[in-house]
């Protein structure tokens, strides 16, 4: 099992930055990628931007040049820096772990989720 918390959620103006972090525990062996979701209301839970444990990234196109992914591997954390924030971003955003372990040549993948912190953007 993989525990997830999030935390850094709040209310800002739009034009305004926050940073997200999630810190992971658990059995983190065989994650292969750490990733931010959201969702707002009315709408499904759609992707933000991931990272694998290699440090590649992937944005969604709305992230792209206002969201940084990062992580720090010493402490099982991962962030998620928004700048220049909209009020299209306001949702939930979830903490997600992907996790992919081969056993005895059968491969297994798991996802894992935090409980989702608060953002609004609004005046």
């Known amino acids: 099992q993989v525990q997830l918390v999030e935390s850094g959620g709040g209310l800002v103006q739009p034009g305004g930055s926050l940073r997200l972090s999630c810190a992971a525990s658990g059995s983190l062996f065989g994650i292969f990628s750490m990733g931010w979701y959201r969702q707002a209301p009315g709408k499904e839970r759609e992707l933000v931007a991931t990272?694998?444990?290699?440090?590649?990234?992937n944005y969604v196109d709305a992230a792209k040049g206002r969201f940084t992914i990062s992580k720090d591997s010493a402490r099982n954390t991962v962030y998620l820096q928004m700048n220049n924030m909209e009020p299209a971003d306001t949702a939930v955003y979830y903490c997600?772990?992907?996790?992919?372990?081969?056993?005895?040549?059968?491969?297994?993948?798991?996802?894992?989720w935090g409980q989702g912190t608060h953002v609004a953007v609004s005046l």
């Open positions: 990272i694998t444990s290699a440090g590649s990234t």
């Open positions: 997600n772990a992907h996790k992919v372990v081969s056993t005895n040549g059968r491969i297994s993948e798991d996802d894992y």
